[in-house]
Each structure stands twice: as structure tokens, then as C-alpha cells.
């Protein structure tokens, strides 16, 4: 009487039903990660820039004097993205660095500077909404605003860019 062989190890047809599979879940995957990665860097960014602002904001009140949040560069598509200053009235108090990649942000109305008052409002009131687009995609982009009380309020997560 013959005993069976041990068998070990997967079959040819084993392994290759094995790498289909897992090349339909890649397939599907992928655009969904770049989404994500996409929605996660505009956050970032967005979330950088109100972090900014609220510390302008704060060292309004604590320095009881006027903070002028302003754009460096002049750029009309890009009025906000190529870097921001934070100063009083002698020096500048912080930098906030350019934005990474494509990312650039500008505001509907022109504004390109913004001072918080030794209250911690806003003064004058800021005009128009601020956009956060990647030019490199199709993708939605953020818009925002800053209420005259110096508050970043998210207006549209699903902007879509021009």
C-alpha cells in the first residue's frame, strides 16, 4: 500500500489566482489613496495658514499693538501661496514658508494683507473668500474666510477650482 505524498507550497494556478486578485485590489486602491493624499495636503495647508492667523491673532492682544499679516509675493493667481509675514509696526514677528507643490491660494477680493487689532479683531473687515486650489489636478479645492472677529470659518470643502 502506497501513503500519500505530503504536499507544500501552492500550486501555478494557486498563485496566479492569488496575484489577480491582489492586482484588481491595487487597481481599485490607488485612485482612492491619491484622493486621500490630495485631500490631506490641502487640509495641511489650510489648516497651516489658520494656525498662522490665530497666532497673529494672539499676539495682537498679548502685544497690545497692531499685527499685519501680509503676503509675500504679489502673484494675482497666487496672492497667499508664495509665503506670508507676521509683523508689527518695527519687525517682522514670524514666516510662514510657501506652499508646498502646486498648492496656491489667493482671495477673491485682492486682499493681500491682514491686521489684527490689539482687541484681536480683524480691521478693516476681510473682504472676499480665500481658495486653495492644486493646479496640478482636477481635484476640489477649499475655500474659506476670516470673519471680522479674526475666526477662520471653512466655507466649502468641495470648492472647485477655475
Given at each position: 500500500?502506497?501513503?500519500?505524498?505530503?504536499?507544500?507550497g501552492?500550486?501555478?494556478?494557486?498563485?496566479?489566482?492569488?496575484?489577480?486578485?491582489a492586482?484588481?485590489?491595487?487597481?481599485?486602491?490607488?485612485?482612492?489613496f491619491?484622493?486621500t493624499?490630495?485631500?490631506?495636503?490641502?487640509?495641511a495647508?489650510?489648516?497651516?495658514?489658520?494656525?498662522?492667523?490665530?497666532?497673529?491673532?494672539?499676539?495682537?492682544?498679548?502685544?497690545?499693538?497692531?499685527?499685519?499679516?501680509?503676503?509675500?509675493?504679489?502673484?494675482a493667481s497666487?496672492?497667499?501661496?508664495?509665503?506670508?509675514?507676521?509683523?508689527?509696526?518695527?519687525d517682522?514677528?514670524?514666516?510662514l514658508?510657501?506652499?508646498?507643490?502646486?498648492?496656491?491660494?489667493?482671495?477673491?477680493?485682492?486682499?493681500?494683507t491682514i491686521?489684527?487689532?490689539?482687541?484681536?479683531?480683524?480691521?478693516?473687515?476681510?473682504?472676499g473668500?480665500?481658495?486653495?486650489?492644486?493646479?496640478?489636478?482636477?481635484?476640489?479645492?477649499?475655500q474659506?474666510?476670516?470673519?471680522?472677529?479674526?475666526?477662520?470659518?471653512?466655507?466649502?470643502?468641495?470648492?472647485?477650482?477655475?
Amino acid at each position: 500500500m502506497r501513503q500519500p505524498k505530503n504536499s507544500s507550497g501552492f500550486t501555478l494556478i494557486e498563485l496566479m489566482v492569488t496575484l489577480a486578485v491582489a492586482i484588481i485590489v491595487i487597481a481599485v486602491a490607488v485612485p482612492s489613496f491619491r484622493s486621500t493624499t490630495h485631500s490631506t495636503r490641502m487640509t495641511a495647508q489650510v489648516n497651516s495658514f489658520s494656525s498662522f492667523l490665530m497666532l497673529a491673532r494672539a499676539e495682537a492682544v498679548k502685544r497690545q499693538r497692531n499685527i499685519t499679516v501680509a503676503s509675500v509675493t504679489g502673484d494675482a493667481s497666487n496672492e497667499w501661496g508664495g509665503g506670508v509675514q507676521m509683523r508689527d509696526a518695527e519687525d517682522v514677528i514670524a514666516t510662514l514658508d510657501a506652499f508646498n507643490g502646486n498648492i496656491t491660494m489667493d482671495n477673491d477680493a485682492g486682499t493681500t494683507t491682514i491686521t489684527f487689532i490689539p482687541r484681536g479683531y480683524a480691521s478693516p473687515a476681510v473682504a472676499g473668500n480665500f481658495n486653495v486650489c492644486e493646479t496640478s489636478s482636477n481635484e476640489d479645492g477649499r475655500q474659506f474666510m476670516v470673519t471680522a472677529t479674526g475666526k477662520v470659518v471653512l466655507i466649502n470643502r468641495n470648492f472647485s477650482c477655475p
